[in-house]
């Protein structure tokens, strides 16, 4: 039993289940994995969830407050109630999408009234944002105590785009499930899919996503390679569905007619479980991510299927670029499905380059593994309450001590 121990409450800001969205089990990923090794750490972290609602959801017990998205009132209300918590320490989930105003600029009102210390922590990282996005990024940056940032390659762009002082900035990876090896051949079997080349893809599905391609790509090496069935997991993102409903998925429902794909492609329509999403990557034998944009900073499925020891294709996103160097994945051009046919074709006949590959993406997805990341979190945590001198609510704190409120001293 840990002797003195210190308890640091922290609050998440963020979106959080039942809302479908990949910040939502992120968070809640990251906050289950805290709060089962936190027994083992002093200071001992406590946390609890301040949701970002775009529609009313019967949230669980880690849910002590909802931001209400598009209610401008709201941020300021939250502010006032984090500032009379007992809330330690603000973690602050950012995408622009997930909070109200222009690019999310009603966040700046509870940034700019909140008298609690907070941590940023960034899920998109724009090279060319607008002037707006990059304000409501740089003025945040600027109020943190800590900025955290999940790709390596992002930390040039805080430094020198949005002006974030470098000894601010901490790389923490996307954090991935404890991924253990199977027998694919036997979870084939268990799903219908024995003698078949998987190829996959999941996530919430949009046209962003650029499954055309791949799909264009199943078309071009079906006669090569019969065996080949592509499997598109998840529903279609509620954004898209709200704005445009399934079009983008009669779309890609229209190729596989007009390709005479029905024996090599399937669709899984609907929200995977966590259990769901490792079966279909351990039984894949390639998944594919063939996004569109170049900026894509961060992606989580991509971060799964590396974890899980797969054979990744993947277009050069900036993401994609950090994880797959050094051999452990295939990069290729955006918009192209003969260099993804090609690839695909490349990896079903190369034994070799397809174990080598494996080897090499499931040894580096253990530094990503939830454990590990959860670890780092909770000692930003602690270096953060008890050391850093940093600015927020328009103060410049000279010293800061949670513990010791009666010691700290500002200036304005």
Known sequence: MVKDRVVINVAFLSTYPPRVCGIATFTEDLVSEIDKIAPLYNPFVNTNVIAISDDFYLYDEKVIKELKQFEEESYFEVAQFINESDIDLLVIQHEYGIYGGEYGEYLLHLVDNTKKPFIFVLHTVLLNPIDKQKYIVSYIGSKAVKVVTMARNTIELLVNIYNIPEEKILHIPHGVPINTKVDREKLKRELGLEGRFVVSTFGLIGP?????????????????????????LGRTHPGVIKHSGESYRDKLMNMVKEYNLEDHVMFVNRYLTLDEIL???QLS?????????????????????????KVIISTAYRYAEELLSDGRGILVDFRDSNAIAEAIKEVYYNKDLREGIEKKAFEYGKSMWWNVVAEKYIKLFDEVVNKKIETFSGRRWKKWNLFAPEMNIYSD
């Open 285 to 309: 034998d390639i998944y594919v991510t063939p996004y569109l944009s170049k900026e894509q900073a961060v992606s989580g499925t991509l971060s799964y299927a590396l974890a899980s020891g």
């Open 279 to 281: 079966k279909y990557l």
């Open 208 to 232: 962003g996503k650029g499954i055309e391609y791949a799909i264009e790509a199943i078309a071009k090496v079906k006669d090569k390679i019969p065996s080949i069935i592509y499997l598109i």
